[in-house]
């Protein structure tokens, strides 16, 4: 099964596309152009532990 995401106006990320999203998936760019805010939406549980350590 292929998953993708289209994300628009959210935090750093104005419209963006990714398709062909696999179990390992890695986000490489410079600081402030949206890896964390992508990782918040696909993994909304993860983001809500990683801020109450």
Do not use: A, C, W, Y
């Not at 890695?26 to 549980?45: A, Q």
């Amino acid at each position: 099964m292929q998953e993708s995401i289209i994300i628009r106006n959210f935090g750093p990320v104005k419209d963006m596309e990714i398709q062909n999203i696999t179990p390992f998936t890695v986000f490489i760019g410079e600081s402030g152009s949206g890896k964390s805010t992508i990782m918040k939406l696909k993994f909304p549980t993860i983001h809500k532990l990683t801020d109450s350590i």
